[in-house]
């Protein structure tokens, strides 16, 4: 992602978020606004470990005026960007294909329903 223009701006213990600049002439022309400038693309991977598994997934939103307290999110899941973010987790999926994880003894991890349920 970082290789298409992407910018991590931030990153938690079971989620990424990336931003570009959006190149869309007609998402600038709707979407810019004074106070925020051109809208950018958010993209956020979010990793859930289910039993043996672990499920990536992603969601895509145009955000007007980013880094403010007034963001506003236009989902594009569908968007034009949405076959390279999944082309990306298909690469990550063929990587990882037949591996086995470690198993941590002792540890236990939560994770809530949002992370799972904001599948597109």
């Known amino acids: 992602m970082l290789d298409l ?5 931030r990153d938690e213990a079971f989620s990424i978020t990336l931003e570009r600049q959006t190149d869309n ?17 958010r ?3 979010t990793v ?21 307290a007034f963001e506003r999110r236009n989902d594009v899941s569908r968007g034009a960007d949405s076959p390279r973010v999944q082309a990306f987790l298909d690469t990550i999926a063929a990587e990882t294909a037949g591996k086995k994880w470690p198993q941590r003894e002792g540890i236990h991890r939560v994770i809530g329903p949002s992370a799972v349920s904001s599948a597109r």
């Open 5 to 9: 223009g992407y910018r991590l701006v």
């Open 25 to 41: 002439f007609a998402a600038n022309l709707l979407l810019a606004t004074p106070a925020g400038g051109p809208p950018v693309v």
């Open 43 to 45: 993209v956020t991977y």
């Open 48 to 68: 859930a470990e289910l039993g043996p598994d672990v499920r990536v997934v992603s969601d895509m939103a145009l955000i007007q005026n980013s880094g403010t």
